[in-house]
């Protein structure tokens, strides 16, 4: 078999036989020392890889570029359409925390993993090292393609789902009752989505030295953002406040589903939110001590973003206008439209989304940057079409731009599905939640059922929390993939039917085809500790 790197069929016992301290046995590298700062880059190449990223990130810097990842007050807003829809406000409320404490157990899963495989190529890598010899290439191939997938189409949704969003806060200012300043045709949509797209890939490519600042900046404008919004609409409230008891345990499903599963299909809400959870782990190669910071910053973030998550939602129920007006608004973006009833003027509505715009953009170039990265990562290995193009770093700037620009044209290409139909975000949002999941749960799935012997000795082990974590991610796994393939309104329609099933198929299609025309002979998968680095 050409180009395939020879797999002992002992390498199972050698990468799950460490010994903590980085020594040798048979021959063979075992669990790289983590013992000092610039151990970081000895342990990358212990683990098969040359270092190629410049580490410039701490602990805050990685857990700040989380939370732009995730932009809770941006992702929360974006997709209220599905809660308003599943249950109104118990499910607004009640399904963010209940599926926030649920990613809590995924990012601690995930952060274990880390702490013994910090690498770019994230869960994929991870899944490789933690499978059998006889699955291991398969195992890797099918985390990597999901986790690729993944990354790309939730940065096609942000991006896609920021030029929704601006048309929707530009139309607060009306030509006349009821009629927004802009149309909104899906040429223009379109047009707003490739600004942005190029927009977020510039500042990725050229200012990726400047980035852990802009991240940082983002925390102070986030929650700056949220408390302008929060205390202007509970002060001002035009038309009057609900009361607690609306807030907290008013249900009202206008999805046409049964009252329960109208609730569970709501989630998507919290899920899209929260599904950037193990992407930062793609930058583990430009972090100064990823097996660390980076499981830390995982947990961390997810904490901090349930409580921004119930800082901004809660507010905004209390002066929630009419549930049916908002789900049937053309647009699909109600938050705008609450801004402005609570606030009853145009002007002081977009001065309060204006924040949540500028917080748009920052998340789609950290989606931009992180999916860049795990595209670069698995194309190192040899997976994707034209490898040898994708895993270029360009000297200059410091960033994989080849694998940036696939991953922004794969994009751009996607995005034409909006003009043959207006749910085409339904379908991005959704496809990226599954994918993501599934790419989250394999490698959890391999440790757990694995006994989890290979968490012996490393620096980020929960023990008998983390099996509990484990079973709890992947439960979850086990419901959101199939859950999210759900249309939001039955009986669904050309215009609202869900159409992430059929992404996520195509893409399968083409991962599967891929694999066997040519990674099947020829897919080494990463490399491993007996393997040279390249």
Known sequence: MPHVVSQDPGAREHDLGFGVKGDVKDGYATRPSRSDDGGADNMLEQLGYKPELERTRSTLQVAFMSFVLASIPYGLATTMLYPLAGGGPVNIIWGWLGVSLIIICVAASLGEITSVYPTAGGVYYQAFMLASPKYRRVASWICGWLYVVGNITITLAVNFGTALFFVACINVFESEPGVGVLAGESYQVFLIFLGITFLCNVVSSLGNKWLPLLDTAAIFWTFGGVLAIVISVLVVAKNGRHDAAYVFTHFEANSGWTDGWSFMVGLLHAGYATSSTGMVISMCEEVKKPATQVPKAL???????????????????????????????????????????????????????????VLAVLCGIGCT???SRCTWAFARDGAIPGSRWWKEVNPKLDVPMNAMMLSMVVQIVLGLIYFGSSAAFNAF?????????????IPIAISLFGGRSHLVGSPFNLGKFGVFANVVALAWSALAMPLFCMPTFVPATPATINYAPAVFVAACLISGGWYFAWGKKNYAGPPTQEDPVF
């Open 299 to 357: 947990v961390l973030t997810v904490c901090l973003n349930t409580l921004a998550g119930l800082l901004f939602l809660i507010p905004l129920v209390f002066v929630l206008p009419d549930i049916t007006y908002l789900i049937n608004l053309a647009n699909g973006q109600p938050v705008p439209a609450i801004i402005k009833d609570a606030m009853g003027t145009s002007g002081g509505a977009f001065g309060l989304l204006f924040p949540l715009m």
């Open 369 to 371: 940057t992180a999916a």
């Open 429 to 441: 949002s959704g496809v990226g939640v599954i994918s993501l999941t599934a790419s989250y749960a």
